[in-house]
């Protein structure tokens, strides 16, 4: 049996698959990628801990009267404000602010009350000393926060007739007190 | 077909795109930090005061000896001191006839209540306007006297027109019934002492409004 051989047309085609063949291997065996070098080191850094905001829940609640002085609770309720009086609600708050760069402002507001004499007296809360900024250093100590209710001596009516019988066992119902510490704006 | 400044743009666009959603779905936000707390508080109730009074009553006091002049009314009243006769004339004071040296009281209890622990103020009797003094020669010289007798304690009396009396509710010694006696007098003689012979004759002796008023302070 004779051997088949090549004819010259099919030696060209075999001798190109040869060669692509031999570039793939070169390619992939000869141990090179296409990729750039690259090397990484590791580099221990730190833990950053965040600041601290936060107000306690009022303690120390006291009441009093300029001319009377201090009121229990159950003095407060037999307790018959007139014209001229002036009751003074007390609390202390104490702030922790943890922050190098953190600056608070300690504000009380109170809503309108409710009840008939509160159309003649005068109701105002706020922190004793004025709005405070605080800081991290007043961190831990405690503020004094008021609501002062005032029934004026006289509303302006009539010269000597003061106010007649207005307010006369009218009821005041105080709304409750909001103490607020929020961070001051970044500049 | 999309070129490579397109893709560009487009890769931007995602990463801007996921920022956005990074930073609005996590747990923090833009604001500061800010703590809150509320307390209550309590109730106020207002004080009061009211005044009341009785109605009033007038006596006629007469100094003259007994059974030497006539009352048309024949009601009997206590006597005062140095009075000789006495007469209620609280309906008919008009049908006396006045003669020197007598004296017209009017009577009257005033009520104070009040609740109020500060609950101070005067109270006041005025007799300025009790007799008009222009009315006539009789009226311009009568004299007033006013005696306020509180719940406790002693009578004040003061000659004149007006009685201030500070009382203090508050402290539980204000408040109650308070008899006023305010005494108009017909004086024996004209004012300078010279006698008033026929002058009072037909005088009228004007009496208006007595006021009583607790005024706080």
Redesign the interface.
């Given at each position: 049996m004779s051997e088949t051989q090549p004819t010259p047309a099919r030696n060209k085609a075999l001798r190109a698959g040869i060669a692509v063949a031999a570039g793939v291997a070169l390619l992939a065996g000869a141990g090179g990628t296409f990729a750039r070098w690259f090397d990484s080191e590791s580099v221990e850094t730190g833990d950053i801990v965040a600041g601290e905001?936060?107000?306690?829940?009022?303690t120390n609640?006291s009441?009093s009267?300029a001319?009377?002085g201090a009121l229990t609770?159950e003095e407060?309720?037999a307790?018959?404000?007139?014209?001229?009086?002036v009751?003074t609600?007390s609390?202390m708050?104490t702030p922790t602010i943890v922050g190098e760069n953190?600056v608070?402002t300690l504000t009380a507001e109170?809503p309108d009350a409710s009840?008939a004499?509160a159309d003649?007296?005068d109701v105002e809360a706020s922190v004793v000393g004025g709005d405070a900024t605080l800081r991290a250093a007043d961190s831990g100590t405690a503020v004094e926060v008021r609501?002062v209710?005032e029934?004026p001596?006289s509303t302006g009516g009539e010269p000597g007739s003061?106010n007649g019988?207005d307010?006369?066992?009218?009821?005041?119902?105080?709304?409750?007190?909001?103490?607020?510490?929020?961070?001051?704006?970044?500049p | 077909m999309t070129t490579r400044s397109g893709r560009r743009l487009l890769a931007a666009g995602a990463a801007v795109g996921l920022a956005v959603v990074l930073l609005t779905s996590g747990a923090g936000t833009l604001a500061g930090w800010h703590d809150e707390r509320s307390a209550a508080t309590g109730s106020i109730t207002a004080g009061s005061v009211e005044l009341t009074s009785s109605d009033a009553v007038l006596h006629l006091q007469s100094r003259q000896p007994v059974g030497a002049r006539t009352f048309a009314s024949s009601q009997t009243c206590a006597l005062a001191s140095g009075a000789t006769e006495c007469r209620v004339v609280t309906t008919g004071l008009a049908n006396e006839r006045l003669i020197p040296g007598d004296r017209v009281q009017i009577r009257l209890d005033v009520t104070l209540t009040g609740e109020g622990d500060n609950l101070a103020g005067d109270l006041t009797v005025d007799a300025g306007t009790v007799v008009v003094p222009g009315a006539s020669d009789l009226s311009a010289a009568a004299t007033t006297q006013i005696t306020l007798t509180p719940p406790q304690g002693s009578s004040t009396t003061v000659d004149g027109a007006e009685l201030v009396l500070p009382v203090d509710v508050g402290s539980g010694h204000g408040a109650g019934t308070y008899a006023v006696l305010v005494e108009v007098g017909l004086p024996t003689a004209r004012p300078g002492g010279a006698r008033w012979d026929t002058g009072l004759r037909a005088q009228l002796l004007d009496l208006d409004t007595l006021a009583v008023s607790f005024t706080q302070k």
């Open positions: 905001l936060s107000l306690s829940s009022p609640i009441w009267e001319t009377i609770t407060l309720a307790y018959r404000m007139v014209p001229g009086d009751v609600y609390a708050v953190l608070a109170i009840g004499l003649w007296v609501v209710i029934l001596f003061g019988t307010a006369q066992t009218d009821e005041l119902n105080l709304a409750d007190l909001t103490i607020s510490l929020a961070q001051n704006d970044r | -």
